[in-house]
């Protein structure tokens, strides 16, 4: 059984900054790819930023200088620090991580967090 948990949501002011976490536990044989989505009120989810486990990084062009996405394989933890928040960044955060269970495991499977909310005021 996977579990992925995620925090570090909140309510701040326009220009400022979060740091949200997702931590992965469970039958975990190995992570590839990790990463963040978001969905805001009437609206698609959407891709925030996903990271690599060798490290590579991809952005939205939304989001591209204002969040850095980070990991730590060790504690199949990744992050997402969220700066120069704008009033349209508020949703619901997602975490997710491809992950194979068992080293028998065919492919990869993909998890997902149970959410963390943003609302930034303007």
């Known amino acids: 059984h996977v579990q992925l948990v995620e925090s570090g949501g909140g309510l701040v002011q326009a220009g400022g900054s979060l740091r949200l976490s997702c931590v992965a536990s469970?039958?975990?044989?190995?992570?590839?790819?990790m990463g963040w989505y978001r969905q805001a009120p009437g609206k698609q989810r959407e891709l925030v930023a996903f990271?690599?486990?060798?490290?590579?990084?991809i952005y939205a062009d939304s989001v591209k200088g204002r969040f850095t996405i980070s990991r730590d394989n060790a504690k199949n933890t990744v992050y997402l620090h969220l700066n120069s928040l704008k009033p349209e960044d508020t949703a619901v955060y997602y975490c997710?991580?491809?992950?194979?269970?068992?080293?028998?495991?065919?492919?990869?499977?993909?998890?997902w967090g149970q959410g963390t909310q943003v609302t930034v005021s303007s």
């Open positions: 469970g039958s975990i044989f190995s992570i590839n790819v």
């Open positions: 997710h991580a491809d992950l194979r269970e068992y080293s028998y495991s065919l492919g990869f499977h993909r998890y």
């Open positions: 990271i690599t486990s060798s490290g590579g990084t």
